[in-house]
């Protein structure tokens, strides 16, 4: 759509349209059209105008005092801080741009329960290309600790869903998911989520490692893994049910 102006279809001049129209006045619309004229002159006669022609008002000298005249004919400027809110940005550690949310939205982190567990299985299944069976969902809705949803605005974005292993006389942190809404990522969201994870780790002291498996060919999350100090530790062939079948296990060392 264009934003020209449109020009009224209508072209006919003041004097025309009051010459064809008048006659069609009763005399008791004629009267409340006339006292609302007056009415209205009356009202015009005792503003003051605060039209500014170089520094003074069109009926009078300039303004020196009435400060709100001068409010009405400048308009406050706004504070440069205000401005650059919604243009401040987070660099990585290589010092390139990282997208964040605009404004003061709220970015928090929320308990799993049996209240919100559709709307972690909907998120899954916007963001995952798997299915999750119902034993997950059953497990996740009381993992407490183990699992969090992210909100943004009161609205879920991302989630992690975790549990504990045992490898090799080991106790582990197994990452189930970790995941967040297309529009969201790049936000620092999918971060906020890495970080409670690794703080869980350092919290529960048999913690020893934390790993997880990503397809091979879901490079972005091998890099965003690797980021937050993560080792590709090989390939697992046939782990998945879908193409690429193949995964890579990826390892983080908390403590020895």
Same mark, same amino acid.
């Given at each position: 759509? %264009?934003?020209?102006?449109?020009? /009224?279809?209508?072209? @006919?001049?003041?004097?025309?349209?009051?010459?064809? $129209?008048? /006659?069609?006045? &009763?005399?008791?619309?004629?009267?409340?059209?006339? !006292?609302?004229?007056?009415?209205? &002159?009356? &009202?015009?006669?005792?503003?003051?105008?605060?039209?500014? @022609?170089?520094?003074? $008002?069109?009926?009078? /000298?300039?303004?020196?005092?009435?400060? !709100?005249?001068?409010?009405?004919?400048?308009?406050?400027?706004?504070?440069?801080?205000?401005?650059?809110?919604? =243009?401040?940005?987070?660099?990585?550690?290589?010092? !390139?741009?990282?997208?964040?949310?605009?404004?003061? #939205? %709220?970015?928090?982190? #929320?308990? @799993?329960?049996?209240?919100? @567990?559709?709307?972690?299985?909907?998120?899954?299944?916007?963001?995952? /290309?798997?299915?999750?069976?119902? *034993?997950?969902?059953?497990?996740?809705?009381?993992? #407490?600790?183990?699992?969090?949803?992210?909100?943004?605005?009161?609205?879920?974005?991302?989630?992690?869903?975790?549990?504990?292993?045992?490898? %090799?006389?080991? *106790? %582990?942190?197994?990452?189930?998911?970790?995941?967040?809404?297309?529009?969201?990522?790049?936000?620092?969201?999918?971060?906020?989520?890495? +970080?409670?994870?690794?703080?869980?780790?350092? *919290? =529960?002291?048999?913690?020893?490692? =934390?790993?997880?498996?990503?397809?091979?060919?879901?490079?972005?999350?091998?890099?965003? +893994?690797?980021?937050?100090?993560?080792?590709?530790?090989?390939?697992?062939?046939?782990?998945?049910?879908? &193409?690429?079948?193949?995964?890579?296990?990826?390892?983080?060392?908390?403590?020895?």
């Amino acid at each position: 759509m %264009s934003d020209q102006p449109v020009e /009224p279809v209508n072209n @006919i001049n003041d004097e025309q349209a009051n010459v064809e $129209t008048e /006659p069609t006045l &009763s005399k008791s619309a004629k009267k409340r059209a006339k !006292k609302q004229q007056k009415k209205a &002159s009356e &009202s015009a006669d005792d503003q003051p105008s605060t039209e500014k @022609i170089d520094g003074e $008002t069109s009926d009078g /000298p300039k303004e020196t005092t009435d400060e !709100k005249v001068v409010e009405k004919v400048v308009p406050k400027k706004k504070d440069p801080v205000e401005m650059l809110v919604p =243009m401040i940005k987070k660099f990585d550690v290589n010092g !390139k741009p990282v997208r964040t949310i605009a404004g003061h #939205g %709220s970015v928090y982190l #929320g308990e @799993i329960t049996p209240h919100n @567990i559709l709307q972690l299985k909907k998120l899954n299944e916007a963001v995952f /290309p798997i299915a999750y069976n119902d *034993k997950f969902y059953v497990e996740a809705r009381t993992c #407490g600790d183990l699992g969090r949803l992210a909100y943004y605005n009161d609205v879920v974005v991302g989630a992690v869903c975790c549990r504990i292993d045992d490898i %090799s006389d080991e *106790k %582990s942190l197994y990452l189930m998911t970790l995941g967040t809404l297309a529009a969201y990522r790049q936000c620092g969201i999918g971060t906020h989520l890495i +970080y409670y994870a690794l703080k869980l780790c350092k *919290k =529960m002291e048999e913690i020893k490692t =934390m790993y997880l498996h990503v397809q091979v060919n879901n490079q972005t999350a091998v890099q965003f +893994y690797e980021r937050h100090g993560f080792t590709n530790d090989g390939i697992i062939e046939d782990y998945y049910r879908i &193409s690429p079948r193949d995964a890579y296990l990826l390892i983080k060392r908390i403590r020895m």
